[in-house]
């Protein structure tokens, strides 16, 4: 087997994974809007049980969720970067560049899931205010999974820039995987 089918039946399974935060990210968002809109109902009708909860369980999901996004910007090149800056530089420099940046996004990673590892005893029997259920821990959990496939996808991409014979950032404007292309540059007269 060539390295150009093992790198496409990788490129392929990290496809599913991306699929998948995807989709774990969208459900997120929905049940926090749900959560929000039926605190919002229980405000104006009366049930006769509490929903303290609701606030505290839509904020814990959302951090939840911030963490199931980190892989995804990781690989569309949608976290913050300083990598439009690139496009001066020649593609081997680009390429020494992205790679050294990928290796501390791992290095940060592994601290990440160290800390995750060794906090995590300590906080799954910690429980939230007003959520028996759902303790620390568990967040800690989804941080230290979705930051093992931030470390796939950093490597991912350290891989393919070296495959590649072309500049990793070409000159003109650069649109990430599944952008939307709004990255245009207004002209001198403001407009776009």
Do not use: C
Not at 18 to 44: D, K, P, S, W, Y
Not at 166 to 176: D, K
């Amino acid at each position: 087997m060539n390295v150009s089918k093992v790198v496409s039946k990788v490129d392929r399974a990290f496809d599913y994974v991306e699929q998948g935060t995807v989709l774990l990210g969208i459900a997120l968002f929905v049940i926090i809007n749900l959560i929000a809109a039926f605190q919002i109902l229980m405000r104006f009708v009366d049930l006769g049980f509490s929903t303290v909860w609701t606030e505290e369980l839509a904020r814990y999901l959302l951090v939840i969720m911030v963490f199931v996004g980190a892989p995804y910007a990781m690989r569309n090149d949608d976290n913050i970067s300083i990598r439009p800056l690139f496009r001066l530089l020649s593609a081997r420099t680009q390429k020494v560049l992205i790679t050294f940046s990928n290796i501390m996004i791992v290095v940060f990673s592994i601290l990440v899931i160290h800390a995750v590892d060794r906090a995590t005893n300590r906080t799954l029997g910690v429980t939230l205010a007003t959520i028996d259920w759902l303790t620390v821990g568990h967040a800690q959990i989804v941080l230290g999974v979705m930051f093992g496939i931030v470390i796939l996808f950093a490597i991912e991409e350290t891989i393919l820039v070296w495959l590649s014979d072309e500049a990793p950032i070409t000159a003109g404007v650069s649109e990430p995987k599944g952008g939307n292309g709004n990255l245009a540059m207004p002209d001198g007269e403001g407009g776009d």
